[in-house]
């Protein structure tokens, strides 16, 4: 990975002029990677790929050895069946990263694909090696299927978070990215250009635009500073000769699916990657699936479904989780409330009506962070108000104490709300809890939040928290509902302690 500090993938500048093409140039057919593909893939792609490939390599091989060794200070003794097992397992679960495409470069260092892949390669692993333990009589499998096994999973997944923190640090630098040439109407360049601005861990970089004029807005040669390389007519021989390695296309006028088909053959066995925009809202992970008719390629969205093994395992975690972390904080939670008791006194908590899933109504609980009065004083500041929508935020609120700064700033008001977790009414991760008047203004996109629990840390939570506008609060609620899965979860609350501990975006 040091390696990855110089090698940069970079396309086109916006300031570099790319030729645009006079005349339509048909691409010959190809069936091969051709050199022109991999000469595309950057070096620090592959470096990245393949220190990730040496990574899972060495998680595997180190907690087979410790296996090894653990059976072998409580035996004393290395029997061949013991060998086998070892070495079984060892290929075994680096044929299982395999097979479940782990490895596969478009989804490594960003997203929680990657390591919704690696789980599946370890569950996998564990239940094969578990039949076939029973089915041969395998002496001490249970040790590898619930010891070694996990604990190479967890290995791996530490690996692969440690080499995407490097790469994510880069990709704030500017470098490991990827070259996209947007291509659609002016608008849509502009939302993509924004988008990618705002979350560089994706990797790509809009570096040149395409649009039905050949312009930009107003008959501008840029947008948003990025050039304007050409019009639809351009857009294959652009993409060759300008060096990018995404092409993003979104709907245009004039832009058939004809046309769409002639892109894709131009462009294969270029290493040129072509991305769709079905301007849909942002549906994703297991609600989306390609479903072909008479040849036609339809997304196919399918209505959310939280129930089966997904939910079950997801209230166990709540429940089980909510009471470790009371368990564990317990001293910091008698530390706050004695906190509170000297600031002034009154009440410890505070209790407040909230809207739960399908509409259920709750008292979700807070350290309370204001003075006694504070519902009172409310209607004397909604002047000062400074939160776009329903909801009232105000980044120096006098009713704040000065206990409740410290509280907000950290999050650590919202702790009780872990009872709240563990008696079913919430989730640890979800949406933003909402009040009663908040729901009454709700637009019927705003109510598909309540098709969940709401939860402790969410999107928003990692996303900026007060500082976010309240259609960009709802977007992400909505994309969490939209997409939800276990490895999701996994990330949110891993992101929650870097948010939490950096206290931005909280008053």
């Known amino acids: 990975m040091v390696a990855l500090s110089s090698e940069i993938g970079q396309g086109p500048s916006p300031s570099q002029a790319v030729p645009i093409p006079t005349q339509r140039e048909e691409a010959p057919p190809s069936r091969r990677r051709s050199p022109e593909a991999r000469s595309r893939t950057p070096r620090w792609e592959r470096r990245y790929q393949r220190a990730v490939v040496a990574s899972d390599a060495l998680a595997v ?12 200070l409580w035996t004393f003794e290395m029997t061949s069946v013991v060998a086998l097992v070892a070495g079984g397992t060892t290929l075994g679960m680096l ?58 999973g967890l290995l791996a997944v530490v690996g692969r978070y440690l080499l995407r923190q ?62 304007v390389v050409g019009d639809l007519e351009a ?13 993003a296309v979104a709907p245009a006028a004039g832009w058939s699916n004809r046309r769409m088909h002639q892109l894709s053959w131009d462009l294969e066995g270029s290493g040129i990657e072509l991305a769709v925009q079905p301007r849909l809202m942002e549906f994703a992970g297991p609600r989306l699936h390609v479903a072909p008719v008479d040849g036609l390629p339809l997304l196919k969205l399918t209505e959310p479904v939280f129930t089966g093994v997904p939910k079950i395992v997801k209230g166990c975690i709540d429940r089980v989780g909510a009471a470790l972390l009371l368990l564990l904080l317990a001293p910091v939670l008698l530390a706050i409330v004695l906190m509170i008791k000297l600031d002034g006194g009154g009440p410890v908590f505070f209790r407040q009506v909230r ?67 563990l008696v079913g009414s919430m989730s640890l991760v979800g949406p933003r809890p909402p ?38 609060s709802v977007r992400l609620d909505l994309r969490y509902v939209e997409s939800w899965t276990l490895a999701l979860d996994a990330m949110i609350l891993w992101k929650t302690i870097g948010a939490v501990t950096r206290g931005t975006g909280a008053y």
Not at 104 to 112: K, P, T, V, W
Request: with cysteine; aromatic share 6%; hydrophobic share 45%.
């Open 235 to 247: 857009v294959n021989l652009t993409a060759r000769s300008g060096g990018y390695r995404v092409v």
């Open 166 to 227: 490097r790469l994510h640090r880069l990709r704030r630098e500017g470098q490991c990215l990827h070259p996209v040439l947007a291509v659609g109407d002016e608008d849509v360049v502009l939302d993509l250009i924004r988008r990618t601005v705002k979350d560089p861990y994706h990797g790509w970089e809009v570096t040149g635009a395409c649009t039905p004029s050949g312009t930009g807005p107003g008959g501008l040669a840029e947008i948003e500073g990025v050039a």
């Open 435 to 472: 009040l009663p008047a908040e729901v009454a203004t709700y637009s019927r996109e705003a109510e598909r939040k309540l098709l969940v629990k709401p939860g402790l840390t969410g999107l928003w939570q990692v996303s900026g928290r007060s500082d976010l506008s309240w259609e960009e």
């Open 61 to 72: 091989v180190t907690a087979v050895g410790v296996g090894l060794a653990t059976g072998l």
């Open 355 to 421: 809207v739960g899933r399908r509409g259920d109504e709750f008292r979700v609980i807070k350290f309370r962070t204001m003075v006694v009065d504070a519902e009172r004083l409310l209607a004397d500041l909604a002047v000062a108000n400074e939160a776009a929508g329903p909801l009232f935020k105000m980044r120096n609120d006098p009713r704040i104490t000065r206990v409740g700064v410290v509280l907000r700033k950290y999050s650590l008001d919202e702790l009780p709300q872990l009872f709240n977790v």
């Open 95 to 152: 044929y299982a990263v395999f097979a479940t495409r782990s490895w596969d470069a478009r989804i490594l260092g960003q997203g929680s694909e990657e390591f919704s892949r690696l789980l599946r390669a370890v569950i996998s692993s564990a239940v094969v090696l578990g039949m076939v333990g029973l089915l041969l009589g395998a002496p001490g499998t249970r040790q590898w299927v619930f010891g070694a096994i996990p604990a190479a």
